[in-house]
């Protein structure tokens, strides 16, 4: 029988696919599902890395010598490794919350239902490859459960010590607004960011969400100013 019969075989037929599982665990049919995989990344601190896992409803932070497996991706602080949870996975993941799983496992609410982030990017990216990318002047746009405000700065935005939301890099305006609107499920329209400037702005929630976290890119950097809410 070709490879394509037998495949037809067993979908014509639940009893052989129930024994094809057997013979593949030994004669047994597992009970228990296979364990899933939790997205992780790290970061180093002198010899030690630090991990942040995310599961489907808590963050924990563990350590090891070693890079353990299944790591995502490795970045240079935990602010940079925070941001890149919250965008790829719409998780509330800042570093208070990370510093708090130290003790022990701690929620991971999505950012619909937090509210609460700072989103910034490069607002001239010619200008930074002719200087220097920490003096570049950098676009941010703080969500609250008030709403939006926008504004810039020099250098790369960092939140004041304690600030509940992530900081999240994106590569630019356009991402910002995909962003706000399949993670924070903000009803953002064309030009609203740019009245938000230097003010804050309520917002909509978007009725229906279907668009996934694939399409939103973003960079990830070292913190070098500050950007309190509400400056």
Request: net charge positive; glycine share 6%; aromatic share 6%.
């Amino acid at each position: 029988m070709t490879l394509k019969g037998k495949r037809k075989a067993l979908n014509d037929n639940p009893q052989a696919q129930i024994s094809a599982i057997a013979a593949a665990f030994g004669g047994k049919v597992p009970v228990k599902p296979l364990t899933r995989r939790s997205p992780q990344v790290a970061w180093k601190e002198g010899d030690i890395y630090h991990i942040a896992k995310l599961t489907r409803t808590r963050l924990y932070h563990l350590t090891s010598e070693t890079i353990p497996r299944g790591t995502a991706a490795t970045f240079r602080d935990p602010i940079s490794a925070c941001g890149y949870l919250a965008q790829r996975y719409y998780r509330k993941v800042s570093l208070p919350d990370l510093q708090a799983a130290t003790a022990g496992p701690v929620s991971a609410p999505t950012l619909a239902e937090a509210q609460q982030a700072i989103i910034c990017w490069i607002q001239d990216w010619s200008q930074a490859r002719q200087s220097d990318i920490m003096m570049t002047t950098w676009q941010y746009c703080i969500v609250s459960p008030d709403g939006i405000r926008s504004g810039t700065t020099q250098g790369k935005p960092r939140p004041a010590e304690g600030y509940p939301g992530p900081l999240i890099v994106v590569s630019n305006v356009f991402s910002c607004k995909q962003l706000l609107r399949r993670a924070f499920q903000l009803d953002i329209q064309d030009g609203q960011l740019r009245e938000s400037f230097n003010k804050m702005m309520a917002m909509s929630k978007v009725v229906a969400v279907q668009e996934n976290a694939e399409n939103v890119s973003g960079r990830g950097d070292s913190d070098t100013s500050s950007l309190r809410d509400g400056e």
